[in-house]
């Protein structure tokens, strides 16, 4: 079972950038698939990127072109760059794993009830 560990969440002002990370451990990112989601407050969790073991990538339509997901094999980790910020992008972000596969059909690569693993999460929050 993979562990994983957020870090990097903070404030910043619309139209700011910032760098979320997630540590993994017990598994290698490389091999697996992996996304990021959110929760806003009073919202469900969301999904918000995927990225498959062939470094596909699939993003939610309300951060695309201002999210990049990408990861460091080398160090085992998961990273989502945001820029562009807004504030209905603050929330509470997760990193999470779901399972061995390598790769998850396109309805899926964004539903929560994919994944197996999750962090404690980060919270990011965007001022106006």
């Known amino acids: 079972q993979v562990q994983l560990v957020e870090s990097g969440g903070g404030s910043v002002q619309a139209g700011g950038s910032l760098r979320v990370s997630c540590a993994a451990s017990?598994?290698?990112?490389?091999?697996?698939?992996m996304g990021w989601f959110r929760r806003a407050p009073g919202k469900e969790r969301e999904g918000v990127a995927h990225?498959?073991?062939?470094?596909?990538?699939t993003y939610a339509d309300s951060v695309k072109g201002r999210f990049i997901i990408s990861k460091d094999d080398a160090k085992n980790a998961l990273y989502l760059q945001m820029n562009g910020l807004k504030p209905e992008d603050t929330g509470m972000y997760y990193c999470?794993?779901?399972?061995?596969?390598?790769?998850?059909?396109?309805?899926?690569?964004?539903?929560?009830?994919?994944?197996?693993?999750w962090g404690q999460g980060t919270q990011v929050t965007v001022s106006s």
């Open positions: 999470a794993a779901a399972g061995l596969w390598r790769t998850m059909a396109a309805r899926t690569r964004l539903d929560p009830n994919e994944y197996k693993a």
């Open positions: 017990g598994d290698t990112v490389s091999r697996i698939c």
């Open positions: 990225i498959d073991a062939y470094e596909s990538t």
